[in-house]
């Protein structure tokens, strides 16, 4: 500390700061050195998931990032099946890329939302609220829940494609293009919002792999890199559609990125939506443990019930990795078992505890003003950090 | 008798004196906070219209929420001000009363047509200017007192842009002053009847309206208070009714400053309605009212618009835009003169 | 790439440290000593694996030891962008300490740090390591650890 500079501990109560603090030394208007203090709201998902049935932590892990739910669910039970030995059928893996890419879309308008209002632009923050509420809304059809869907199980998905979603599905696609070309107009190629952030808080591409950063931010620093295309899951490998790669690395790559991912995520519904095979929903194994009266009732209503098994289900001891290219970036879970009910040891890093690594690299440098302009641009989620 | 003509005495003293009507009705004080309520509520409303939600609504839902704002005044007056511990009282206190002050005494020297005028004088414009130039100091005074690092970067933003701005503001107000040779608003009102300001020096009138924008942090440049940066700035220690004198503060400069826009650009109460003034004699003013008043709508409209600049781009803007276009303009203004004399 | 093919890899890589090298449920897994674990970090870094996916600690309190494990991969290899291996050291659990692979790997810093906090596996030489996630005054035992018990709340707790 040198009498030129000040300390400023912005949050966590603080209206830009979110569930967050940071540690930042200033001199004058220019930050020399910042630091992330984290751990707000934590809650240990890897100690509670050691007291939990295995089917019981599927609801727990999406708890942390809310904005992106079916991605983290997804990771979880791709792990599980791992362990298992079984793989969903067809038409499940199918429906939970559906599931995913809607999603996907509603996380990357909840975080321009929230770029929207660090950088003062009440409207962008209001839109994007207003937009992501179309995809909560057709999720909500297909899965009964609005944010935390659970619609991914050990072996499949919980339900089956409902009646008239194909066509509520095009409409809503439909209107989210038109509006995107609004955003577009209004705030994206707004001359103050390219002023704010074009040039801010560029993250070389070395560095970008050196801090093992994930998600649309590593994507937008250069680096060809998606866990879709890397290690399809679910039905990537049969879908087209491309990996949006940006070479600038400032905060401006980085959104415009996410919006691109948008129109990606997009083309991925309409072709499931076009390619979706007939078929079960889930894996053979369990369908057969549910009794053929609630079968029947299954086959007519699209819904599942569970079996009995998923209550007590003990994978065999082992080890087993998985990851997930979520709306934020790479989920990756490793889940030991131990033969028992209940995992061994349960680990789950998410791709915002991954970005922590941006505040402490990214701001100093940068003036005060641009604190929010950054943390804005790389989709920052504190709950999905501190899980 | 006596009560009778007490009362006819009062309501010439209070109605039908420029010098005491002006302050207190029109262009003064009952104006202004009938207009806070009213501007406040136009802005929210219309960020709510471009934002697809409703705004204010359920205070008077027949008249789309317009009382909402009168709500929200009375909870500020009868809201405690929190005065913290570590804070310097006196600063903390004077401040926000003194800056409301300063905000609204240059519209007590506005005049409201040209024969009722609270001032009169050959200086009335440098008058209205140097008031103007007073309130950022309470700002600063203000952000110092509240002893919150927050405040105290917000309170030296607003001394950088103040900076920034001044110069501009006087030079373009010059400018517009030389092409008519006078420092007297009546004066430079009377002469517009042929030919508007902003015909005759447009550099002058982009100018101001610039700075008027700057100076009473409308967007994009609402940098002072900054919200996701520095909670509120100066004001981050304020509650209760010294927060709304502090919030009302910057609408009221704004007011004063359009309605300096309207009378130096836009040709004053030109055209003059002149059968208003049987209804009384600050009537025909009105037509710089409703001038002020579009060029109020104008500046809230931005907010739905625009995010903030940063702070040294607006002071970009300030030295390299606003200064340059105000040398400009006092150019121009001598190209007039000598083209037309 | 194969199983067989990255082991063959990294046993081509990691020739001259002192591990063993093998499969576990499927993952390519090196175990080292905690002494040998900067060097084989070093080597496998030279081999492109250019960043650290997770740092996970396992508590084993039957053997008196936690287990770290590294997931690394890389980013610019595009043969090895597919292919996470476990990299696993393990400590006494009584004074468990590690030297930092910060060095090698930068994005290890937080989440080493994380595994610092609540796992109580010291890293020497982390500048990130500190109380992460848990408050900065917390004091006991680490929360992972097999005997942290939740503690009960509410009606379930014991009178």
Same mark, same amino acid.
């Given at each position: 500390?040198?009498?030129?500079?000040?300390?400023?501990?912005?949050?966590?109560?603080?209206?830009?700061?979110?569930?967050?603090?940071?540690?930042?030394?200033?001199?004058?208007?220019?930050?020399?050195?910042?630091?992330?203090?984290?751990?707000?709201?934590?809650?240990?998902?890897?100690?509670?998931?050691?007291?939990?049935?295995?089917?019981?932590?599927?609801?727990?892990?999406?708890?942390?990032?809310?904005?992106?739910?079916?991605?983290?669910?997804?990771?979880?039970? =791709?792990?599980?099946?791992?362990?298992?030995?079984?793989?969903?059928?067809?038409?499940?893996?199918?429906?939970?890329?559906?599931?995913?890419?809607?999603?996907?879309?509603?996380?990357?308008?909840?975080?321009?939302?929230?770029?929207?209002?660090?950088?003062?632009?009440?409207?962008?923050?209001?839109?994007?609220?207003?937009?992501?509420?179309?995809?909560?809304?057709?999720?909500?059809?297909?899965?009964?829940?609005?944010?935390?869907?659970?619609?991914?199980?050990?072996?499949?998905?919980?339900?089956?494609?409902?009646?008239?979603?194909?066509?509520?599905?095009?409409?809503?696609?439909?209107?989210?293009?038109?509006?995107?070309?609004?955003?577009?107009?209004?705030?994206?190629?707004?001359?103050?919002?390219?002023?704010?952030?074009?040039?801010?808080?560029?993250?070389?591409?070395?560095?970008?792999?050196?801090?093992?950063?994930?998600?649309?931010?590593?994507?937008?620093?250069?680096?060809?890199?998606?866990?879709?295309?890397?290690?399809?899951?679910?039905?990537?490998?049969?879908?087209?559609?491309?990996?949006?790669?940006?070479?600038?690395?400032?905060?401006?790559?980085?959104?415009?990125?996410?919006?691109?991912?948008?129109?990606?995520?997009?083309?991925?519904?309409?072709?499931?939506?076009?390619?979706?095979?007939?078929?079960?929903?889930?894996?053979?194994?369990?369908?057969?443990?549910?009794?053929?009266?609630?079968?029947?009732?299954?086959?007519?209503?699209?819904?599942?019930?569970?079996?009995?098994?998923?209550?007590?289900?003990?994978?065999?001891?082992?080890?087993?990795?998985?990851?997930?290219?979520?709306?934020?970036?790479?989920?990756?879970?490793?889940?030991?078992?131990?033969?028992?009910?209940?995992?061994?040891?349960?680990?789950?890093?998410?791709?915002?505890?991954?970005?922590?690594?941006?505040?402490?690299?990214?701001?100093?440098?940068?003036?005060?003003?641009?604190?929010?302009?950054?943390?804005?641009?790389?989709?920052?989620?504190?709950?999905?950090?501190?899980? | 008798?006596?009560?009778?003509?007490?009362?006819?005495?009062?309501?010439?003293?209070?109605?039908?004196?420029?010098?005491?009507?002006?302050?207190?009705?029109?262009?003064?004080?009952?104006?202004?906070?009938?207009?806070?309520?009213?501007?406040?509520?136009?802005?929210?409303?219309?960020?709510?219209?471009?934002?697809?939600?409703?705004?204010?609504?359920?205070?008077?839902?027949?008249?789309?929420?317009?009382?909402?704002?009168?709500?929200?005044?009375?909870?500020?007056?009868?809201?405690?001000?929190?005065?913290?511990?570590?804070?310097?009282?006196?600063?903390?206190?004077?401040?926000?009363?003194?800056?409301?002050?300063?905000?609204?005494?240059?519209?007590?020297?506005?005049?409201?047509?040209?024969?009722?005028?609270?001032?009169?004088?050959?200086?009335?414009?440098?008058?209205?200017?140097?008031?103007?130039?007073?309130?950022?100091?309470?700002?600063?005074?203000?952000?110092?007192?509240?002893?919150?690092?927050?405040?105290?970067?917000?309170?030296?933003?607003?001394?950088?842009?103040?900076?920034?701005?001044?110069?501009?503001?006087?030079?373009?107000?010059?400018?517009?002053?030389?092409?008519?040779?006078?420092?007297?608003?009546?004066?430079?009102?009377?002469?517009?009847?042929?030919?508007?300001?902003?015909?005759?020096?447009?550099?002058?009138?982009?100018?101001?309206?610039?700075?008027?924008?700057?100076?009473?942090?409308?967007?994009?440049?609402?940098?002072?208070?900054?919200?996701?940066?520095?909670?509120?700035?100066?004001?981050?220690?304020?509650?209760?009714?010294?927060?709304?004198?502090?919030?009302?503060?910057?609408?009221?400069?704004?007011?004063?400053?359009?309605?300096?826009?309207?009378?130096?650009?836009?040709?004053?109460?030109?055209?003059?309605?002149?059968?208003?003034?049987?209804?009384?004699?600050?009537?025909?003013?009105?037509?710089?009212?409703?001038?002020?008043?579009?060029?109020?709508?104008?500046?809230?409209?931005?907010?739905?618009?625009?995010?903030?600049?940063?702070?040294?781009?607006?002071?970009?803007?300030?030295?390299?835009?606003?200064?340059?276009?105000?040398?400009?303009?006092?150019?121009?203004?001598?190209?007039?003169?000598?083209?037309?004399? | 790439?194969?199983?067989?093919?990255?082991?063959?890899?990294?046993?081509?890589?990691?020739?001259?440290?002192?591990?063993?090298?093998?499969?576990?449920?499927?993952?390519?897994?090196?175990?080292?000593?905690?002494?040998?674990?900067?060097?084989?970090?070093?080597?496998?870094?030279?081999?492109?694996?250019?960043?650290?996916?997770?740092?996970?600690?396992?508590?084993?309190?039957?053997?008196?030891?936690?287990?770290?494990?590294?997931?690394?991969?890389?980013?610019?290899?595009?043969? =090895?962008?597919?292919?996470?291996?476990?990299?696993?050291?393990?400590?006494?659990?009584?004074?468990?300490?590690?030297?930092?692979?910060?060095?090698?790997?930068?994005?290890?810093?937080?989440?080493?740090?994380?595994?610092?906090?609540?796992?109580?596996?010291?890293?020497?030489?982390?500048?990130?390591?500190?109380?992460?996630?848990?408050?900065?005054?917390?004091?006991?035992?680490?929360?992972?650890?097999?005997?942290?018990?939740?503690?009960?709340e509410g009606v379930d707790a014991v009178e």
């Amino acid at each position: 500390m040198s009498e030129r500079t000040i300390e400023l501990y912005i949050g966590p109560q603080h209206p830009g700061s979110g569930h967050m603090r940071f540690d930042i030394t200033l001199d004058g208007d220019i930050i020399v050195k910042a630091e992330p203090s984290i751990g707000y709201v934590h809650r240990s998902v890897e100690k509670i998931a050691e007291t939990k049935t295995y089917i019981q932590i599927a609801p727990l892990v999406e708890r942390p990032s809310l904005a992106d739910t079916v991605n983290p669910n997804l990771g979880y039970i =791709l792990a599980l099946e791992k362990l298992l030995g079984i793989e969903a059928p067809p038409r499940a893996q199918y429906l939970r890329t559906l599931a995913a890419e809607a999603n996907r879309i509603h996380s990357h308008f909840y975080g321009i939302g929230i770029l929207g209002i660090m950088l003062g632009s009440s409207t962008a923050f209001m839109w994007a609220f207003a937009d992501r509420e179309i995809m909560i809304e057709l999720l909500q059809m297909l899965t009964g829940a609005r944010i935390t869907y659970s619609y991914v199980i050990p072996g499949g998905v919980r339900r089956d494609l409902p009646v008239g979603f194909k066509e509520a599905a095009e409409k809503a696609l439909r209107y989210l293009e038109r509006r995107l070309k609004d955003y577009e107009k209004l705030f994206f190629e707004n001359p103050v919002t390219v002023a704010r952030l074009k040039g801010v808080g560029v993250l070389k591409k070395e560095d970008a792999i050196a801090l093992g950063i994930v998600g649309p931010n590593l994507r937008a620093s250069g680096v060809h890199y998606d866990v879709r295309r890397i290690e399809p899951y679910a039905a990537y490998d049969d879908l087209d559609f491309e990996v949006v790669v940006k070479k600038e690395g400032d905060s401006y790559a980085r959104l415009m990125a996410r919006v691109e991912e948008i129109k990606q995520s997009m083309r991925i519904i309409r072709q499931v939506l076009e390619k979706i095979p007939d078929g079960p929903i889930l894996h053979e194994k369990y369908y057969k443990m549910i009794p053929p009266k609630t079968r029947k009732q299954i086959e007519e209503t699209g819904r599942l019930k569970f079996p009995a098994a998923f209550a007590t289900l003990k994978p065999p001891k082992g080890e087993a990795l998985s990851r997930v290219e979520g709306a934020r970036g790479e989920f990756l879970y490793y889940v030991v078992s131990d033969g028992s009910p209940r995992p061994y040891r349960f680990r789950m890093v998410s791709p915002s505890f991954r970005n922590v690594w941006l505040f402490a690299h990214l701001l100093p440098g940068h003036r005060l003003a641009d604190i929010p302009a950054i943390y804005g641009s790389i989709d920052y989620f504190p709950p999905c950090a501190d899980r | 008798m006596q009560v009778s003509e007490i009362i006819s005495w009062l309501i010439n003293l209070l109605f039908y004196k420029p010098e005491v009507f002006c302050p207190i009705f029109y262009p003064g004080l009952v104006t202004i906070l009938a207009l806070l309520i009213f501007i406040i509520w136009l802005e929210r409303k219309i960020a709510a219209k471009v934002q697809l939600r409703y705004g204010p609504l359920y205070v008077t839902r027949k008249a789309g929420g317009i009382l909402q704002l009168l709500a929200d005044l009375l909870r500020y007056m009868f809201q405690e001000p929190i005065i913290p511990k570590t804070v310097d009282k006196i600063a903390f206190i004077a401040g926000p009363v003194l800056l409301f002050a300063t905000a609204y005494v240059p519209a007590a020297l506005l005049p409201a047509t040209a024969e009722f005028t609270g001032l009169r004088s050959e200086l009335s414009l440098l008058a209205v200017l140097a008031l103007l130039t007073l309130a950022p100091i309470f700002d600063i005074i203000i952000g110092w007192g509240s002893n919150n690092k927050f405040s105290l970067i917000g309170s030296m933003r607003e001394g950088y842009i103040v900076m920034s701005y001044e110069i501009p503001m006087f030079l373009s107000t010059l400018a517009i002053a030389m092409v008519y040779g006078s420092l007297n608003i009546v004066e430079i009102v009377e002469m517009q009847s042929r030919c508007w300001g902003i015909l005759l020096n447009p550099i002058a009138a982009a100018t101001f309206l610039l700075v008027a924008l700057i100076s009473t942090a409308r967007f994009p440049f609402e940098i002072a208070e900054a919200e996701t940066e520095i909670v509120m700035g100066p004001y981050t220690e304020y509650s209760g009714i010294l927060y709304g004198l502090l919030m009302g503060a910057s609408y009221v400069k704004f007011y004063v400053l359009s309605m300096l826009f309207a009378l130096l650009f836009l040709g004053g109460w030109h055209p003059s309605i002149t059968w208003l003034e049987k209804i009384h004699p600050a009537a025909p003013g009105l037509v710089v009212f409703i001038k002020a008043l579009i060029i109020m709508v104008f500046g809230i409209f931005l907010r739905a618009v625009y995010p903030r600049f940063r702070v040294d781009q607006a002071i970009r803007v300030g030295w390299h835009l606003l200064f340059m276009l105000s040398m400009l303009s006092i150019a121009y203004s001598l190209a007039v003169i000598w083209l037309v004399g | 790439m194969k199983l067989e093919e990255v082991l063959e890899l990294l046993k081509a890589a990691l020739s001259g440290v002192e591990c063993l090298i093998g499969e576990e449920s499927g993952i390519p897994t090196v175990r080292v000593h905690p002494e040998n674990l900067l060097e084989a970090a070093k080597k496998l870094k030279e081999s492109g694996f250019d960043h650290v996916k997770s740092v996970t600690g396992l508590d084993y309190p039957d053997e008196g030891e936690i287990e770290v494990v590294y997931h690394v991969s890389s980013y610019t290899k595009p043969e =090895l962008t597919k292919v996470i291996v476990a990299l696993k050291a393990r400590v006494k659990r009584d004074s468990p300490k590690l030297t930092s692979l910060y060095g090698i790997w930068p994005s290890s810093a937080y989440l080493e740090s994380e595994t610092y906090d609540l796992m109580g596996v010291e890293f020497e030489g982390n500048p990130k390591q500190r109380r992460l996630l848990l408050p900065e005054d917390y004091e006991g035992i680490p929360p992972l650890r097999k005997d942290f018990k939740i503690p009960v709340e509410g009606v379930d707790a014991v009178e």
